[in-house]
């Protein structure tokens, strides 16, 4: 039992803790989110100092201690601190509950790291309810009247959700016996092809379990929550539900895809094949629902949709591609963190510009270029991103992605995605004409906090190293992509 | 001195993009001059280091020098990509070409944009973009090269759009942003096409396998055409035209760098760039001289009715760099080139001419100008040396290339020499037709009080003008004996190496001369001479006239059939009805009804949500039905 490898957690479990108790006693409650940053910087270092090591495993083979799972840890104390950052204003407004929101937004991170390191069908469970459960709490913590609707049909949906991917998870260990990832793929490595073939259960179980993963990344068709609970949401919980919720549900349809229904071939082939036709209705539903759009934030809703759409172009490839490939799992991480600061980004430029200006209606950014020139560059700058064009992060995140699927064959769809993302440069680049070209309502310039500029700072630069000097990242992908327990 | 230095004709412009916009904006605000002083002084750096490269390409035994490359990403089993740059005979004309011409028209600008409000983001993006397009020109492999293409598109729309009160300004970015784009998504699919199958990027490389012939059949054909659509949204090649005329709304000093010298020439650049791939397929070859002389004459006819100065030097562009695409498909390399290299200078030198007589008129309708003869003496003796050159007037430099493009024509493919011909003649009365317009006759008033006395521009403005108007005398010199199509090498150079006298002994150069002298007769005739009415004539050719005014309703077909009925009207308003009943409704639904919490759950779980839930059910129901009918 190493109970060391497990400190990550511990210490951020403790760090959450700490803030609700500071809330009883301390006065300036901006004190709670430098205690809640420092907790996910300490955190993030132990994770740091496993890094490299081999791929360990504890509690019982419950959860994995590799790469691939530190790669996502980092990834989610980043984000959480970004969005802790993103929140010092927003939050600084409430009358009560300043402490359990940063405690909330810690514990989902808690819930996120487990996501990324579960090996096995109960714990990942558990750890999906414990993320779950606290963002259904933060996206209701404005408690008006759109909040609240929101985090009602958050959780009732999240929970259909839940009792699908239950019900698939009993499927699955009806047929194996098993829990545990890899002893899943053992048992299905033993069944002979027919005995697969004649127990459609397990199939019915699989795809139960897509539908319950479904969910959290926002893949159509299980994707109808997305608009309504981004628009209702605080933004940063918005923000925070874009990219790391996300980012957490690729965690364990990777890991799991890859450790327990990897083998044999040809049912790796048919789920490639799965995310291929959803990967071709997210983009394109995504896309198109966007256009419409005048709010910022419903917007960003439908275009997250087509992102994860992009992701799974990924998924599909990996699926046609032999399991030792390593490259298709690390392009998707390396997406995954190219979307996480463009993303966060955007958002955060939003929260900057809708505290001046109240509104989230695109048509109320106009002429930001003149009233916060750096806000209107760093939000165009992301935008850009989101498109793929470069010399954002976006368009190398793309560039991998669809080249590893064109190297497997899967030209096809990398031809929807190409056009997809050209419709999707219309809709972004409307909110970019509207700020430079824009007239602006008022002379009065948008100032930011300090917290806002550095935490835009962080997601701009995020932006700009991964497109222009992509090969560092990259390189960590890899090794994450080849470092896995199960 | 090392091949190193190379990198920093790329660097400078982008080292002083970084510190206008990010040091010296926010600290001399009182002082924007200091901005444009940066920009030149980058430039004239650059400009020395690329004509020490062009001598050392010269010297080089295979015109080709080896820069030390950057491993820019590297994936173990994967990709690896080279960030390299090719410094070759092409590349060091496209550079002479892309700093000269910025460099004159960032000392242009300082006359031109003086007191306005946006001069540091002007120049900043001037900076921006001229680094990417020396990028675009330097980058040695598709990857590469195609983010600069991007980079310089991004630019184009930043700077169409500078002037932010003019909403057509606006709306002319959005839309140039867009017509390129469905160009460059053909390039980027021929991009991953060429990857797929080849496993590289570079560019050297994939020659070597077009030369070799490892690279072959539908595959290279289609690449190829992928290149090319990239090629056409770039160059406003037909179908792809539309966006340039527009593009017009930015300032004066933007288009003639970008819109007319270098980012549209970028698309002939690319296919020269990439030849070897189309010189192994025919069809590919034929398409690129097909689309190019037809662009050329179509675009000639628009050029004819025109009344905004700009609009007709945008179709004149346009004819041109469709000469332009005729000379690479019919020529080879170093005929194309050569006349993009001679029409980068009197383009540009046209455009700053446009841009001269709009700060003294305060207008760009020919209608409102005239007369400007006497009182701009240098504006109209730089823009009349243009006109001549660009008519192909013996011995400016437009003459040279354009009768290399003729003469190669004539053997490859006959119907568009004929073509070719006719557009001569169109292009040397629409030209003068200007000339005539705005600088002969009495002047008509301008655009406003204001400028009820034109003055000649100061000399800031002149002296550009001036020095472009010798170049555009001159650089044609360089292929008198054949030494810019030695230099170029690809493809064969035509018979015109006879000399400066020698040439005139040929039957086609007189054919192509005496068609532009009719031209200009003509044109005198209706618009100086008043021989005849020009009321009368266009009532004469009235429905000719209304084609080419209306632009052969290219835009009616784009904007309302294409855009409004099919795809607005249609496709989205369907998509509409469903996001608005399917999804919007039940959210305004929801949102409407409740008021307390109570109230939302009430409202929530007897309405929409269960709809949603019901589409996770019907999304699982599918996928299973999927897998059972097509696994």
């Given at each position: 039992m190493n109970l060391e490898l497990f400190i990550p957690e511990l210490s951020l479990l403790a760090c959450a803790i700490a803030v609700i108790l500071l809330d009883l006693f301390i006065q300036r409650k901006g004190l709670l989110a430098v205690v809640g940053i420092a907790g996910l910087v300490v955190s993030a270092g132990f994770t740091l100092a496993m890094w490299g090591g081999s791929s360990q495993a504890i509690f019982n083979n419950m959860l994995a201690v590799d790469n691939f799972a530190l790669f996502f840890k980092l990834l989610f104390l980043g984000i959480a601190a970004l969005v802790i950052l993103a929140s010092v204003d927003y939050v600084s407004k409430f009358t009560r509950f300043q402490g359990e929101y940063y405690a909330l937004v810690l514990l989902a991170a808690l819930g996120m790291m487990l996501m990324a390191a579960t090996a096995e069908l109960i714990s990942i469970y558990i750890a999906l309810e414990l993320t779950s459960i606290s963002l259904y709490v933060l996206v209701g913590f404005l408690k008006d009247q759109k909040s609240s609707e929101a985090s009602l049909k958050y959780l009732l949906l999240g929970a259909i959700a839940s009792a699908v991917l239950l019900y698939g998870m009993a499927l699955v260990f009806g047929f194996t016996g098993k829990t545990q990832l890899g002893e899943i793929a053992q048992v299905i490595q033993a069944m002979s092809l027919s005995g697969i073939l004649s127990s459609p259960g397990l199939i019915l179980g699989i795809v139960l379990l897509i539908a319950g993963f479904g969910f959290k990344i926002a893949a159509v068709p299980f994707q109808m929550w997305v608009p309504d609970v981004y628009e209702g949401a605080p933004t940063p919980i918005t923000a925070y539900l874009s990219v790391a919720s996300k980012a957490a549900g690729f965690a364990i349809i990777l890991r799991v895809f890859y450790s327990a229904f990897g083998l044999p071939q040809w049912l790796s082939l048919d789920?490639?094949?799965?995310?291929?036709?959803?990967?071709?209705?997210?983009?394109?539903?995504?896309?198109?629902?966007?256009?419409?759009?005048?709010?910022?934030?419903?917007?960003?809703?439908?275009?997250?949709?087509?992102?994860?759409?992009?992701?799974?172009?990924?998924?599909?490839?990996?699926?046609?591609?032999?399991?030792?490939?390593?490259?298709?799992?690390?392009?998707?991480?390396?997406?995954?963190?190219?979307?996480?600061?463009?993303?966060?980004?955007?958002?955060?430029?939003?929260?900057?510009?809708?505290?001046?200006?109240?509104?989230?209606?695109?048509?109320?950014?106009?002429?930001?270029?003149k009233r916060a020139p750096l806000l209107a560059l760093a939000l165009t700058l992301c935008l850009i991103s989101l498109i793929g064009m470069p010399p954002a992060a976006g368009f190398m995140a793309k560039f991998y992605i669809f080249s590893g699927a064109v190297q497997h064959g899967l030209l096809w769809l990398?031809?929807?995605?190409?056009?997809?993302?050209?419709?999707?440069?219309?809709?972004?680049?409307?909110?970019?004409?509207v700020m430079w070209l824009g007239e602006p309502a008022s002379e009065e310039k948008v100032l930011s906090s300090g917290a806002l500029r550095i935490a835009l700072s962080i997601s701009c630069l995020g932006v700009l190293l991964l497109g222009v000097i992509p090969g560092f990242v990259m390189k960590l992908a890899e090794l994450a992509a080849k470092m896995f327990k199960f | 001195m090392p091949y190193e230095l190379v990198w920093l004709i790329f660097l400078l412009p982008l080292f002083s993009f970084a510190l206008i916009s990010f040091v010296l904006r926010p600290s001399l605000t009182h002082k924007p001059r200091v901005s444009g002083y940066i920009t030149i002084a980058s430039l004239l750096s650059s400009l020395a280091l690329s004509i020490w490269a062009l001598m050392e390409v010269m010297a080089a035994p295979s015109h080709n020098l080896a820069i030390p490359d950057i491993s820019w990403v590297i994936i173990e089993g994967g990709i690896t990509i080279h960030l390299g740059l090719i410094m070759n005979s092409l590349t060091a004309v496209m550079l002479l070409v892309v700093i000269i011409v910025s460099l004159m028209v960032q000392i242009y600008s300082q006359g031109y944009m003086h007191g306005d409000p946006g001069y540091h983001r002007y120049f900043a993006f001037?900076?921006?973009?001229?680094?990417?397009?020396?990028?675009?020109?330097?980058?040695?492999?598709?990857?590469?090269?195609?983010?600069?293409?991007?980079?310089?598109?991004?630019?184009?729309?930043?700077?169409?759009?500078?002037?932010?009160?003019?909403?057509?300004?606006?709306?002319?970015?959005?839309k140039a942003f867009i017509v390129t784009r469905l160009g460059d998504f053909g390039f980027l699919a021929a991009i991953l096409l060429l990857f797929s199958n080849t496993g590289t990027f570079n560019i050297a490389e994939l020659h070597s396998l077009a030369i070799t012939g490892v690279l072959a059949g539908t595959v290279l054909t289609w690449a190829a055409i992928g290149i090319f659509a990239g090629a056409v949204g770039k160059s406003?090649?037909?179908?792809?035209?539309?966006?340039?005329?527009?593009?017009?709304?930015g300032p004066t000093p933007v288009s003639a760098l970008i819109h007319a010298a270098t980012m549209v020439a970028a698309g002939v650049f690319l296919v020269a760039r990439t030849f070897p791939l189309f010189e192994h397929s025919v069809e590919a070859l034929t398409t690129v001289a097909i689309i190019g002389g037809f662009t050329a004459i179509f675009a000639a006819t628009m050029g004819l009715v025109m009344t905004d100065i700009k609009r007709v030097l945008a179709y004149s562009t346009i004819s041109q760099l469709g000469y332009m695409m005729l000379g690479l498909g019919a020529g080879g390399v170093a005929i194309g080139i050569f006349h993009l290299f001679n029409h980068a200078f009197f383009k540009a030198l046209l455009f700053l001419g446009a841009g001269s007589v709009n700060h003294a008129t305060g207008t760009f309708d020919m209608r409102e100008m005239g007369g400007l003869r006497k009182v701009m003496p240098w504006t109209y003796a730089t823009f009349v040396i243009a006109s001549l050159s660009i008519a192909g007037i013996w011995p400016l430099s437009g003459f040279w290339s354009k009768d290399e493009i003729l003469a190669s024509s004539l053997t490859s493919q006959p119907i568009l020499f004929y073509l070719a011909m006719i557009t001569v003649f169109i292009t040397a009365f629409y030209m003068f037709r200007v000339v005539f317009m705005t600088f002969g006759g009495n002047y008509h008033g301008g655009g406003s009080e204001a400028h009820d006395k034109p003055h000649e521009s100061p000399s800031v403005m002149v002296t550009p003008m001036v020095i472009l108007a010798i170049l555009a005398v001159f650089s044609g010199f360089w292929n008198v004996t054949g030494h810019f199509g030695a230099l170029l090498g690809h493809g064969e150079t035509h018979s015109f190496t006879e000399g400066f006298f020698g040439i005139l002994a040929h039957p086609l150069p007189w054919i192509s001369l005496i068609l532009a002298g009719l031209g200009i007769l003509l044109a005198y005739a209706i618009y100086s001479a008043k021989w005849l009415s020009a009321e009368r004539i266009r009532g004469f050719f009235s429905p000719l006239h209304t084609l080419f005014y209306r632009k052969y309703w290219f835009d009616e077909l784009y904007e309302n059939v294409l855009v409004k009925k099919a795809l607005i009207g249609g496709f989205f308003a369907g998509l509409q009805q469903i996001d608005t009943y399917g999804v919007d409704g039940a959210v305004n639904g929801v949102a409407n009804g409740a008021l307390a919490s109570g109230r939302t759950i009430r409202r929530a779980q007897t309405g929409q949500l269960q709809l949603y839930g019901l589409f996770i059910g019907i999304g699982i129901l599918a996928i299973v039905l999927g897998l059972y009918f097509f696994g």
């Open positions: 789920w490639g094949l799965i995310f291929a036709v959803l990967a071709v209705i997210g983009m394109t539903l995504g896309n198109i629902a966007a256009l419409p759009q005048t709010n910022i934030k419903r917007m960003l809703g439908y275009s997250s949709i087509a992102q994860a759409g992009y992701l799974m172009v990924g998924l599909a490839a990996m699926g046609a591609s032999p399991a030792t490939d390593a490259l298709g799992r690390s392009t998707i991480l390396f997406f995954l963190a190219g979307y996480a600061f463009a993303n966060l980004g955007a958002f955060i430029a939003i929260i900057a510009i809708s505290n001046k200006v109240n509104s989230d209606i695109i048509n109320d950014y106009s002429g930001m270029g990398v031809v929807i995605a190409v056009i997809n993302s050209v419709i999707s440069a219309y809709y972004y680049l409307r909110v970019v004409k | 001037m900076s921006l973009f001229t680094a990417s397009m020396i990028g675009l020109v330097l980058a040695d492999n598709l990857l590469f090269l195609y983010v600069f293409w991007e980079l310089v598109g991004l630019c184009s729309y930043l700077l169409i759009g500078f002037w932010f009160h003019r909403p057509a300004a606006a709306n002319a970015a959005k406003a090649q037909f179908p792809l035209h539309v966006w340039l005329p527009d593009a017009m709304e």
